[in-house]
């Protein structure tokens, strides 16, 4: 069949019409399904705002005004002050456990406010609310405060945030009010930097491998084809090879012991060092792969360039094509650190500690993390701790978004145009 220039005109802009209709159809999917996705994350920090501020109850079992020194209330007293008033209301047993536990010596004066605090007024949150209640039916929660207030007469309405500094420099805490993290944002950390530490330059240097040197046979597609599953394995899975390897059998490194930093009749394998390189091994692949595409993308002519100037394979990889890759390869370790700093079912298969009211001071500490301490709050039954879980989130969120930040400056001074 012979088609004349007409007929071919009329196909051409049938086809023309049709490309035109679908690309315009998919353009406002994509539209729905990005409005879809800000919608969700939007609701997602409302509703994790809305559980960090709002009114609250709280009643002191103690009199603050009992513990008054020369006229000065609990809030202005010194450190040496303070420390006296734990001697004189604790018993000489409790006193020696928490002087035992660390010295009184080498506690801050905000540690020891937290623990009269905690010891003697012991504070209580009778009753707590939300953001949107705290606005919008402000009436009912100064009705039900004068309910309460009845039966407690020294309980206070406040209206708070259960985010502030002073939560941030706390160490966590059985006593609401009085709880912190600045233990869990150490934990995590340290565990993301040994994370960084192990997987980074032992992930970049297997991409190096894998793309510059190694052949095509059988055994490399084997083990190619090995990292891009294991990226996909169940962190848990990973959890459980941390315990096995880790924990157990490398013990004696991973608890210290070995340099004899601890007490080896005490000293497990349950330590930060166990869950940063658990982590390391559960983004390891990741970073493989992005680091991977990364130096793939690179042109040849750039590989060419130095091999006819006489340099070596290394000499070409070192100064050409790794300069030239590291924004993708920055780009990989963005991703792997935002894996790694929510992960929770490997750290608590490890060890990681879901009640610990000391600070890690090295690799070989106990530990627990922000998402562990998340996790632990928001699976009690009392609705504050669910309040103070929202404002461990936004500290997660903000370490995560810092984290990210630094990589994304440093991916963009060390880009490079060709």
Do not use: C
């Given at each position: 069949m ?8 009329s196909l ?8 035109t ?5 998919w353009?406002?999917?994509?539209l ?5 996705a800000?919608?969700?994350l ?10 960090v501020?709002?009114y609250?109850?709280?009643?002191t ?14 809030e202005?007293q010194?450190?040496a002050?303070?420390?006296?008033a ?30 009269v605090?905690?010891r ?7 009753e ?5 209640d705290?606005?919008f039916?402000?009436?009912?929660v100064?009705d039900?405060?004068s ?17 502030t500094?002073?939560?941030l420099?706390r ?11 600045r ?10 930097i040994?994370?960084i ?6 992930g ?9 040197y190694?052949?095509?046979n ?5 083990i190619q084809t ?5 990226a ?8 459980i ?14 608890s210290?012991?070995?340099f ?5 009749t ?15 091994l ?23 360039a130095g091999y006819g100037?006489?340099?070596?394979k ?6 050409h094509?790794l300069?030239?890759a590291?924004?993708?390869i ?10 790694a700093i929510?992960?929770t079912?490997?750290l608590?298969v ?19 993390t ?5 996790y632990q709050?928001t ?12 404002a ?8 995560l978004?810092?984290?990210?930040a ?13």
């Amino acid at each position: 069949m012979i088609r004349t220039a007409k007929d071919t005109k009329s196909l051409f802009e049938n086809n023309l019409a049709l490309r035109t209709n679908q690309g315009k159809t998919w353009h406002v999917i994509f539209l729905l399904v990005t409005i879809l996705a800000i919608v969700s994350l939007t609701l997602l920090i409302v509703n994790i705002v809305d559980s960090v501020f709002g009114y609250v109850v709280i009643n002191t079992k103690v009199d603050p005004a009992t513990l008054m020194v020369d006229g000065l209330a609990l809030e202005d007293q010194t450190k040496a002050q303070l420390t006296e008033a734990l001697r004189m209301n604790l018993s000489s047993g409790a006193f020696n456990k928490l002087n035992t536990e660390k010295d009184f010596g080498d506690r801050t004066r905000n540690e020891i406010l937290a623990l009269v605090e905690e010891r003697i007024l012991k504070y209580e949150v009778l009753e707590s609310w939300s953001l949107a209640d705290s606005l919008f039916r402000k009436n009912s929660v100064i009705d039900e405060y004068s309910k309460l207030v009845i039966e407690n007469p020294r309980a206070t309405l406040k209206f708070i945030s259960w985010l502030t500094w002073d939560r941030l420099v706390r160490p966590q805490s059985s006593e609401i009010v009085t709880a912190g993290i600045r233990t869990a944002i150490l934990g995590s950390l340290w565990t993301i930097i040994i994370t960084i530490l192990f997987a980074f330059p032992l992930g970049v240097g297997a991409a190096i491998y894998l793309e510059e040197y190694a052949s095509d046979n059988w055994v490399n597609r084997v083990i190619q084809t090995n990292i891009n599953n294991l990226a996909g394995v169940p962190s848990i899975v990973y959890g459980i090879l941390g315990l096995a390897i880790f924990v157990r059998a490398l013990e004696p490194l991973t608890s210290g012991s070995i340099f004899g930093l601890v007490d080896p009749t005490t000293a497990n394998g349950r330590t930060i060092l166990s869950a940063g390189l658990t982590l390391g091994l559960l983004v390891l692949p990741l970073i493989i792969i992005n680091s991977q595409e990364a130096i793939r993308a690179v042109p040849q002519s750039l590989r060419h360039a130095g091999y006819g100037l006489g340099a070596t394979k290394w000499q070409v990889t070192w100064s050409h094509v790794l300069p030239n890759a590291i924004p993708g390869i920055l780009t990989g370790l963005i991703l792997a650190v935002s894996r790694a700093i929510g992960e929770t079912a490997p750290l608590v298969v490890v060890g990681a500690s879901t009640a610990i009211s000391f600070d890690p001071t090295s690799a070989f500490s106990k530990f627990t993390t922000l998402p562990i301490q998340i996790y632990q709050w928001t699976a009690r039954p009392q609705p504050e701790w669910q309040h103070l879980a929202g404002a461990a989130i936004l500290v997660l969120l903000v370490l995560l978004l810092g984290l990210n930040a630094v990589a994304i400056v440093l991916r963009n001074k060390l880009s490079r145009k060709y």
